[in-house]
């Protein structure tokens, strides 16, 4: 079987796909041929090792998988070969075939595709426990959202959307904000070039209630002066590259929090209340209450072009990998 090998950490182009041996189903796991893969911000930094977890080369990166359950190990109940699945699988997503703990996967529910399902779990799940379990979102607050045009930023539109707040998005160019506002977003910013914190409170006569942050650099601090005393400022993700640094008089002054948000960690820990977490996201797909964008899709041989586009903020919303 191909996979998209990381042979030495460094940048995307010195990733290789090669022919691997596939794996078989151990007690417990099975295995599924992959239709799909999730390309995420997280696996570009993984790749160069700058990521909190770094895995030693040679090693198959990527980590969320949609595709056919094609055999199953001892013990494994619930489940038939021919089940469409969707899962989080370790290290190892971006092969043909994957063995993943029967425990993990997910049926993936029909409408939802191979596509979209490589890319929900890791961006729908922040979302949900950013925006539900760690800032309390309340029916009628104001979220920001930035880099909203991003894989987390459209999940977190749509999230708040759906938990009955006003959306404003920020993003960088014209075709992203056009994917916000196609998202959901009430209303956009363009934070390249009008003052973030300005429009900000323009948008949302007199402040946000909710900052949700996957960017940080230069943007973080004017989106934290946006809020309302005593709103919450989420610190989701990096994605500009540096760990902004926040003068605390302002927490001070506004009495508002800033909130971090470590999903990976999280879910590690609380395997029951990650379950619930995507319980409740398939559910309410199901009703209709949400709707992920489609993805863009790149094949296996395309892996480095579709991360260096990443890296340089050309990608408008989510994308991912199909076998290829
Ligand atoms: N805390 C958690 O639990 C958790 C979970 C998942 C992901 N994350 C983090 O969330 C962040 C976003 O992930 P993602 O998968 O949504 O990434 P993505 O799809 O690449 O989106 C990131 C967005 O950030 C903006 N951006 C601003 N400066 C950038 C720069 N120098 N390089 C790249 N993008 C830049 C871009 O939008 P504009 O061009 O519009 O600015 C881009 O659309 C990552 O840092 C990731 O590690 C955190």
Redesign the pocket.
């Known amino acids: 079987m191909r996979a998209v090998v990381c042979v030495e950490l460094g940048p995307p182009e010195k990733l290789v796909v090669e022919e691997r041996e596939a794996p078989g189903a151990a007690p417990g796991s099975v295995v599924v041929e992959v239709r799909a893969c999730g390309l995420?911000?997280?696996d570009?930094?993984m790749i160069q090792g700058l990521?909190q977890i770094r895995p030693e080369p040679p090693f198959v990166p990527g980590t969320e998988i949609a595709g056919v359950i094609e055999s199953l190990g001892e013990g494994v109940e619930g489940f038939s070969v021919g089940d469409a699945v969707m899962g989080m699988s370790g290290f190892s997503a971006w092969s043909e075939r994957v063995a993943v703990a029967a425990g993990s996967l997910y049926r993936l529910p029909e409408k939802l595709g191979f596509e979209r399902a490589a890319g929900f779990i890791?961006?729908y799940c922040?979302g949900l426990?950013?925006l539900r379990n760690r800032a309390e979102l309340s029916a009628g607050e104001t979220v920001l959202v930035?880099?909203?045009?991003?894989?987390?930023?459209l999940a977190a539109i749509d999230l708040a959307k759906s938990m009955g707040a006003r959306v404003i998005a920020?993003?960088?160019?014209e075709a992203?904000r056009k994917a916000c506002l196609e998202q959901g977003a009430d209303a956009v910013i363009d934070?390249?070039n009008e003052d973030l914190k300005t429009r900000a409170k323009e948008l949302s006569g007199g402040g946000v209630d909710v900052v949700y942050d996957?960017?940080?650099?230069d943007?973080a601090e004017p989106a934290l002066r946006s809020l309302v005393p005593g709103g919450r400022h989420l610190?989701?993700?990096?994605?500009?590259?540096e760990i902004p640094r926040v003068p605390l008089n302002l927490v001070l002054l506004k009495q508002c929090q800033v909130v971090g948000?470590?999903?990976?960690?999280w879910s590690s820990r609380h395997p029951d209340g990650n379950r619930e977490l995507l319980s409740t996201l398939l559910q309410l797909f199901e009703a209709g209450k949400i709707n992920p964008l489609a993805p863009r899709s790149w094949p296996f041989s395309e892996a480095a072009p579709a991360l260096r586009g990443?890296?340089?903020?050309r990608?408008v919303g989510?994308?991912v990998l199909v076998p290829g």
């Open positions: 995420n911000f997280v570009v930094l990521y890791q961006s922040t426990f950013a930035l880099g909203a045009a991003g894989g987390v930023g920020a993003a960088s160019t992203k934070y390249a996957p960017v940080g650099g943007y610190v989701i993700g990096f994605a500009a590259g948000v470590n999903w990976g960690g990443l890296m340089d903020r990608i989510k994308a």
